[in-house]
């Protein structure tokens, strides 16, 4: 269990990384792709590109911490290390469903969510 559990904060921080490079590096070229034009004008990319890389360092600093937890060499520090910032993608996929959009539900909290129950089994 504990490397299917490694695994889950693999994939989770490699989402995040994504996130970064998407809203950081690409919001003009491929958010348009990712994220629909529906209902937003044609310029709403190109005004929000400061904002959108501010929300992608903050994914970064998800991912940095997803992936500081699986250096860790003491397997307790890990997992609670872990366990941190699953807790934080987790809350914030709760948010972002709440507020941006219910796919963000399945996309970001969820598979945070299958991460804590596998990290906290890990600590019984």
């Given at each position: 269990m504990e490397i299917v559990a490694k695994i889950i904060v693999v994939l989770v921080?490699?989402?995040?990384l994504y996130?970064?490079?998407l809203?950081?590096?690409a919001w003009t070229t491929r958010g348009p792709k990712v994220f629909g034009t529906k209902g937003v004008s044609s310029t709403y990319f190109e005004e929000t590109k400061t904002l959108a890389a501010n929300q992608g360092l903050y994914n970064g600093f998800l991912a940095a911490g997803l992936i500081w937890s699986?250096?860790?060499?003491d397997n307790l520090?890990?997992?609670y290390v872990a366990l941190f910032f699953l807790g934080c993608v987790f809350v914030a996929g709760l948010y972002g469903a709440a507020t941006?959009?219910?796919r963000i539900l399945y996309v970001q909290a969820l598979p945070a969510l299958v991460g804590l129950v596998l990290n906290g089994l890990r600590l019984m």
């Open positions: 921080a490699l989402e995040h996130i970064l490079w809203e950081m590096f699986l250096a860790i060499g520090w890990s997992t941006a959009s219910k």
